[in-house]
């Protein structure tokens, strides 16, 4: 997974300081986390997308959520700055699925009349890999419209499109392409210093991305170690949410009894020091009841 690359660089970087112990993980995006730990090419792996029981099974994998972070619609359009751009659900869903092809359409400037929004063509930015923030993101467009099918790698229908790898490669090709627009984590946005787009939630409510809005949306997020902790937050309710969150989630092999203690280990010291790092980074740490639920889940496992 792509998606937690900064916070698990900040985080490894600081549990080797303080411990000497060497972690190293590279966001190369989920499709190939799943891929690697189930060909158990890796020792752990990442993915935002959550595996279901069935398939955890099937792989002989334990999973549990490590953080939450959010998806953000950055763009690239000249005189128009960070934040001032508002988009509806409709002009999302529209513009991801070739629908709305110019800036200047009615569905998009409807919402901002103040903004001089040029007649050039929409490039769409998206993901070139197999991605869990492509499904996350899918997960959100589907709920506007259930067309647009939910997917780690879908087909996109917009005339202009422009595909990258990980989060790193779709926010480059925003801030290089003008009047470009696409998905991306929060933590890359601030990074490159990107402009992101208010985004209309399901109350209907024009929400800019911030970690007090992800921290409200976060507050749905409904975790069971009965299932492994499997859910997805996409769309939650709540007038102040920011809509398009979701977790990011670890899996380790059933067989890798000592290793996956080693794993345990570093996530242990993450959660007990690491919620400061998570934060600056624009991410949302977990509840204490919900690092709570996973600790029994380790020990239930065998896993700590």
């Given at each position: 997974a792509s998606f937690p690359g900064p916070v698990y660089k900040a985080w490894t970087s600081e549990y080797y300081a303080a411990t000497k112990n060497q972690v190293n993980y590279t966001p190369t995006g989920s499709g190939d986390g799943v891929k690697s730990i189930s060909k158990r090419m890796v020792d752990f792996a990442g993915s935002d997308k959550p595996l279901k029981v069935k398939q955890l099974a099937k792989e002989k994998l334990y999973m549990f959520p490590t953080v939450v972070g959010a998806i953000v619609l950055a763009y690239n359009i000249d005189g128009i700055k960070d934040g001032e751009l508002k988009l509806s659900r409709e002009a999302i869903a529209g513009i991801f699925s070739g629908k709305i092809t110019h800036w200047n359409d009615k569905a998009i400037t409807v919402q901002n009349p103040s903004l001089k929004l040029p007649n050039e063509p929409i490039t769409i930015a998206v993901r070139a890999d197999k991605s869990g923030t492509t499904y996350n993101f899918t997960y959100f467009l589907n709920k506007i419209d259930e067309n647009i099918k939910v997917s780690k790698k879908p087909t996109w229908k917009a005339p202009k499109v422009v595909a990258g790898k990980s989060n790193s490669g779709v926010s480059a090709n925003?801030?290089?392409?003008?009047?470009?627009?696409?998905?991306?984590?929060?933590?890359?946005?601030?990074?490159?210093?990107?402009?992101?787009?208010?985004?209309?939630?399901?109350?209907?409510?024009?929400?800019?991305?911030?970690?007090e809005s992800f921290q409200d949306a976060a507050k749905y997020a409904t975790w069971s170690a009965e299932n492994d902790f499997y859910a997805v937050i996409g769309d939650p309710a709540g007038a102040t949410s920011y809509?398009?969150?979701?977790?990011?989630?670890?899996?380790?092999?059933?067989?890798k009894v000592e290793m996956n203690k080693k794993v345990t280990r570093?996530?242990?010291?993450?959660?007990?020091?690491g919620d400061?790092?998570?934060?600056?980074?624009?991410?949302?740490?977990?509840?204490?009841?919900?690092?709570?639920?996973i600790r029994s889940y380790w020990e239930t496992k065998k896993i700590k």
């Open positions: 925003i801030q290089q392409i003008k009047n470009s627009i696409g998905y991306t984590e929060y933590a890359y946005k601030m990074k490159l210093g990107l402009s992101a787009a208010q985004v209309e939630n399901k109350e209907g409510q024009f929400i800019n991305p911030t970690v809509p398009i969150v979701a977790a990011t989630f670890l899996l380790l092999p059933h067989e570093f996530m242990e010291w993450a959660y007990t020091n400061k790092a998570a934060s600056e980074l624009g991410y949302v740490p977990l509840p204490q009841e919900t690092k709570d639920q």
